[in-house]
């Protein structure tokens, strides 16, 4: 695995240097903007032995990550953030491959439909349909049922709480959920934590209702889980950082599932920016969580 080689300023610098591309780029421009997205990481190469295998099935969109070490009846499907409108395997190889190391897992990278070209509910039923597939059909193409958890970050974390519960009311609920930097209000009504991230800001979140979901009470629980009935969500792991606006996400989904009866393991992390977790070669922090992310699967 590799050693860390920047810190927390070369992350820093990074990703303002994004921000100035973003703010630069014509926002009618989704392929440039998607493109800058894509290289918010600065070192998105997957771990050696673990190879990529594309979905088998025409109808469900992504790519497992598969490692030397895998069990083969351990199963994560991962949700990606950016916005509901970006982020791809080019910026998620590295982390998506050390958490599948790591957790001794086979791991689902689902290429969901993204916004604006798709909107409401294209991303959550492609999520929905990928985690239903992939609890009964393995990189091998195999037909066999096996324990299947969900791990999402920022806005992919709405994803894939929602779809935790719309399982869970199916009788098919995850065996296990692991959230990154959760933005799970859309009406982004959180105590305010603006001002010291690099790159996100609250003004950014707010957009996303209007580009994923148009129209729609961003309070609306398909979309914001925070709001929802939550007496049926999966033990659930949240990693939240001191940095990240969206820091009170993390907070009240946690004092939120807790009171609804759901084992919740909440880890706050300091100094590091919302998107701490595409850091893994330049934040220890990164390492560590992916490390706590993967220890908390395998426990289940």
Known sequence: MSSITNGPSAVHAHLSA???ELAAADPADLARIRTIIDALAIDSKPLAGVKFVQSAHAAIRGVWAVPENADPDRRIVYCHGCSF???????????VSRLAVLARACVFFVEYRLAPEHRFPCAA?????????????????????????????????????????????AGASPDGIVTLSPFVDL????????????????????????????????????????????????????????????????LRLAKRARKAGARVELHVWSDVPHAWYLFPTELPEASLGLELAATFLRRL
Do not use: K
């Open 125 to 169: 039923d492609d999520c929905l349909r990928a985690f239903h597939w992939a609890r009964t059909n393995g990189p091998d193409g195999e037909g066999r049922a096996a324990a299947c958890f969900l791990v999402g970050d920022s806005s992919g974390a709405a994803l894939t709480i929602a779809i935790a519960l719309d399982a869970a009311r």
């Open 187 to 250: 009406s982004v009504s959180g105590d305010a934590n603006d001002g010291r991230d690099p790159l996100t800001t609250r003004e950014m979140a707010m957009a996303c209702a209007s580009i994923y979901a148009p129209g729609m009470d961003p309070r609306d629980p398909r979309l914001s889980p925070l709001f929802a009935d939550l007496s049926a969500l999966a033990p659930i792991q949240i990693h939240g950082a001191t940095q990240d606006p969206l820091l009170d996400d993390a």
């Open 85 to 95: 409108m970006a982020g791809s395997l080019d910026l998620y190889s590295g982390v």
């Open 18 to 20: 994004r921000a100035r």
